[in-house]
């Protein structure tokens, strides 16, 4: 079928005036410390504020991509196996990066430059310094609990290497090996320790590697744990490790077993609910050696009271406050809970952290745990206990004003403004991190201060408070009085 010349000259420029529709955005992918071009990198270009779709590419064989994109504000960013996903204009290696903006049938040119992911490496020995062959090991991130990262073997000569670590500290720890009659090589943490508590970290960067590490395990024989739950209604038995959490169901007659245990450090908790009473038992012990006949006695579950007073004696029960709190402690079984001012809670035994909701148009003063300052945001509540917490909030908070200005003393508009306390004491006051944006005008007002010392920074791009250098001589240092405002001018 013949088509009209025309026809055809319309489609073409139909075609032709389609391709040149929007921006234009390309640039190279390399690795950070060589230059060396990252063939078939993924490049994201995700939209800022807006609910479009992104928009992803693949690098070529010489690390070079190009991508076309409608007129917006895109964060640019880039990833690759063993390499850190990095946006463009990032300040920290997990912090945002620096939006870019682009006009219709505008261009846009990058070099985003990746980092390697962090690796450790070294060697797991015998007591005489013989390298162990295809031996467990295990990388944990150090927190509580701990979790784990990454995990292998030795080769034959005893080396390993982890890698793939995104920055932070770790702790490495040997597998468990059976050596017969003479038990085992025993789960050890580099430093030599059973526990997780005495044992050594290690700091974990980009682009770099930790070596020459040495794992010496300990010989000796796993262990035995057995008791009797002394109070009705208590179906399981939790223990709490440093790298895991176990249970043993508790049979009819109370009694319950765990088997194969590491030397170390734990938790043993157990908890019933039978008739509308809330019983708890939790005990620590360090575990040397089998144990056959341990008692778990219960006792009523820690009550928390929360108490509310403020100034004017306005009645507590009016004030619309709360405090959250996370259990931190066992590891392994976190559980939050909410009190309000006036009322209480029941809580499982353990350490808790604390979080305190002010009420609006107030600050907290201090809060108190039996008529004594809480200088921790951690508690710890044991069974039997009744724990009188009582919160302290001012109806006079302070707040800052101020203006973002450029070095044309022109106003910066949409920026972020963070507050930071000069004093630690003062950080466990706040609900949450002081911050605003500016306005059109260049203002900010951040309001709901406790009194003292605030560092105060600037961020343009959007990144969080984490992202600041708080250290930086460079901050401004703003102070500020009991229902008093004080004014301050910021520049990027």
């Avoid at 292998?152 to 017969?180: H, N």
């Avoid at 319950?256 to 245990?261: D, G, I, K, P, V």
């Avoid at 992202?467 to 008093?484: A, F, H």
Wanted: hydrophobic share 40%; with cysteine.
């Amino acid at each position: 079928m013949n088509k009209s010349p025309f026809l055809w000259l319309a489609l073409l420029l139909g075609t032709a005036s389609g391709a040149a529709v929007g921006a234009v955005v390309e640039g190279k992918v390399v690795d950070n410390r060589t230059g060396v071009p990252l063939a078939r990198s993924r490049v994201l270009l995700m939209p800022v504020r807006s609910t479009a779709p992104q928009i992803s590419a693949y690098a070529d064989a010489r690390g070079a991509f190009r991508m076309e994109a409608p007129a917006g504000v895109y964060a640019l960013g880039a990833e690759r196996p063993g390499y850190a996903f990095t946006w463009y204009g990032q300040r920290v290696w997990n912090g945002r990066g620096t939006p870019i903006v682009l006009d219709q049938d505008g261009r846009f040119s990058a070099e985003i430059r990746l980092r390697r992911l962090g690796a450790i490496s070294g060697e797991i020995r015998d007591e005489n310094g013989a390298g162990l062959w295809d031996f467990p090991v295990a990388v944990y991130r150090d927190t509580r609990p701990l979790q784990l990262a990454a995990q292998g073997k030795s080769d034959d000569r005893g080396v390993f290497r982890i890698a793939g670590l995104s920055p932070g500290r770790y702790l490495v720890r040997t597998g468990y090996q059976e050596l017969g009659h003479e038990g085992g090589y025993l789960p050890t943490f580099y430093g030599g320790s059973i526990a997780a508590e005495s044992a050594q970290s290690i700091e974990v960067q980009l682009d770099a590697d930790v070596e020459g590490l040495v794992l010496t395990p300990q010989t000796g024989h796993l262990l035995r744990l057995k008791g009797k739950v002394t109070f009705p209604g208590s179906n399981v038995v939790r223990l709490y490790g440093d790298v895991e959490a176990l249970s043993s169901v508790v049979d009819n007659a109370g009694h319950f077993s765990f088997e194969r245990l590491a030397p170390g450090s734990y938790y043993l908790a157990a908890e019933s609910k039978i008739s509308g009473e809330y019983l708890t038992a939790y005990q620590r012990l360090w575990l040397k050696s089998d144990l056959e006949d341990l008692q778990l006695e219960g006792a009523p579950a820690p009550l928390l009271q929360l108490r509310c007073r403020a100034a004017g004696g306005r009645p507590s029960g009016a004030l619309p406050g709360s405090v959250s709190l996370i259990r931190i402690v066992p590891a392994g079984e976190s559980r939050a809970e909410q009190v309000r001012c006036g009322s209480s809670v029941s809580l499982p035994p353990g350490t808790w952290q604390l979080r305190v909701s002010t009420p609006a148009g107030f600050y907290l003063q201090v809060l108190t745990l039996h008529g004594h300052p809480l200088n921790s945001p951690e508690l710890e509540a044991l069974p039997g206990e009744r724990l009188e917490l009582e919160a302290a909030f001012s109806d006079k908070p302070a707040a800052v004003e101020g203006k973002l200005v450029d070095a044309n003393q022109q106003p910066v508009p949409d920026a972020a403004i963070y507050l930071r306390p000069a004093d630690s004491s003062l950080q466990q006051r706040l609900t949450a991190a002081p911050s605003a944006r500016t306005g059109a005008d260049g203002s900010f007002l951040i309001r709901g201060l406790p009194p003292g010392r605030y560092l105060a920074a600037v961020s343009l791009d959007g990144g969080s408070e984490d992202e600041i250098d708080w250290n930086s001589p460079l901050l401004r240092t703003v102070e500020v009085e009991e229902g008093g405002k004080a004014s301050i001018t910021l520049s990027p």
